[in-house]
């Protein structure tokens, strides 16, 4: 099970960090992505880390805003998000896999989480 928390309404320009928790399972050697979706719009994949190879990939629309980290001792991914813009408004899912590849968006995930709501509005 994949948990999401952190996120909530926050000011364009402002930032917030977004919490995905692995639960029952290490996410020591999986891969694992953010994706989001906006309201009429198609689920777009965003960020990904490999824990077996360090290997980070990050998509046009966030490089250089969003950042990864990992915290092995509480089994958590972070995404880091500055600079928030009203167009990044939109649920955000982790998801994690123990083979597919970082790059890789597509729905093959053997785990997804529910979602956090990420509100970017002045």
């Known amino acids: 099970q994949l948990v999401e928390s952190g996120g909530g309404l926050v000011q364009p320009g402002g930032s917030l960090t977004l919490s995905c928790a692995g639960s029952?399972?290490?996410?020591?050697?999986?891969?694992i992505a953010w994706f989001r979706q906006a309201p009429g719009k198609e689920r777009e994949g965003i960020s990904c880390?490999?824990?077996?190879?360090?290997?980070?990939n990050f998509a046009g629309s966030v490089k250089g805003r969003f950042t990864i980290s990992v915290d092995n001792a509480t089994n958590t991914v972070y995404l880091h998000m500055n600079n928030l813009k009203p167009e990044d408004t939109a649920i955000y899912y982790c998801?994690?896999?123990?083979?597919?590849?970082?790059?890789?968006?597509?729905?093959?995930?053997?785990?997804w989480g529910r979602g956090t709501q990420v509100t970017v509005s002045s």
């Open positions: 880390i490999s824990r077996r190879s360090g290997i980070q």
């Open positions: 998801a994690a896999d123990p083979t597919l590849y970082c790059g890789y968006y597509g729905s093959n995930f053997s785990y």
């Open positions: 029952g399972f290490s996410l020591g050697y999986y891969l």
